[in-house]
């Protein structure tokens, strides 16, 4: 099975700026047949479920502020938010999709400072 | 647009069997470009995924190890819904649990929730 882990746990950023949030693979997510990684990255805002914010590592889902980005390959991604906003605050999670069962990280818990 | 609803006990009794359902609006469960699937919550396991169902001209369940012998989903095609049936309950079964669409075209993951069930075992 793949294991997630996130670093760090907890983060607390200035509004207006960047928030950067790792994800780290037991093995690989990179599937070299057609050159995508299998990382997809979450938020999740108290008593709501997670919502989908990047797939295949680094591409946004519709309707998600542009100030989100995802970067990484193989075993290490990366979650930036460009320009931090009140609204933001919430925990995020990685995701494989690459093999079942699929695994998500711990979750790390952005604040504002 | 793609809603999941939840319906299901909150409260169920150590040994018994948790049985929620997930009915869907504006897709098919089976449809042949997702899946659907089951994830918990808890303070102690995190986000912990449980298993799907989905359809490839034939259906096909995917369940995690750690409950393989306790668990099943089932799809319903005549109401568009589909079920997780977990049995013989322990305390550490209590959590939030959520299905969720995994969409498997364009963009990947879950992109579609349910609004979570607050399951807890207890006598």
């Known amino acids: 099975d793949i294991v997630m882990t996130q670093s760090p746990d907890s983060l607390a950023v200035s509004l207006g700026e960047r928030a950067t949030i790792n994800c780290k693979s037991s093995?690989?997510?990179?599937?070299?047949?057609?050159?995508?990684?299998?990382l997809a990255w979450y938020q999740q805002k108290p008593g709501q479920p997670p919502k989908l914010l990047i797939s295949?590592?680094?591409t946004r889902k519709s309707g998600v502020p542009d100030r989100f980005s995802g970067s990484g390959s193989g075993t290490d991604f990366t979650l930036t938010i460009s320009s931090l906003q009140a609204e933001d605050v919430a925990v995020y999670y990685c995701?494989?999709?690459?093999?079942?069962?699929?695994?998500f990280g711990q979750g790390t818990k952005l604040e504002i400072k | 647009q793609v809603q999941l609803q939840q319906s299901g006990p909150g409260l169920v009794k150590p040994s018994q069997t948790l049985s929620l359902t997930c009915a869907i609006s504006?897709?098919?469960?089976?449809?042949?470009?997702?899946?659907w699937n089951w994830i918990r919550q808890s303070p102690s396991r995190g986000l912990e995924w449980l298993g799907r169902?989905?359809?490839?001209?034939?259906?096909?369940?995917d369940y995690t190890v750690s409950v393989k012998s306790r668990i099943t989903i089932n799809p319903d095609t005549s109401k568009n819904q589909f079920s997780l049936q977990l049995s013989s309950v322990t305390p550490e079964d209590t959590a939030v649990y959520y299905c969720?669409?995994?969409?498997?075209?364009?963009?990947?993951?879950?992109?579609?929730w349910g609004q979570g069930t607050t399951v807890t075992v207890s006598s």
């Open positions: 969720a669409r995994e969409k498997r075209v364009d963009i990947f993951g879950m992109d579609v």
């Open positions: 504006g897709d098919s469960v089976s449809s042949n470009s997702a899946t």
């Open positions: 169902t989905y359809y490839r001209s034939k259906w096909y369940n």
């Open positions: 093995q690989t997510v990179l599937y070299s047949s057609n050159n995508k990684n299998y």
């Open positions: 295949w590592a680094s």
């Open positions: 995701q494989q999709y690459y093999s079942t069962p699929y695994s």
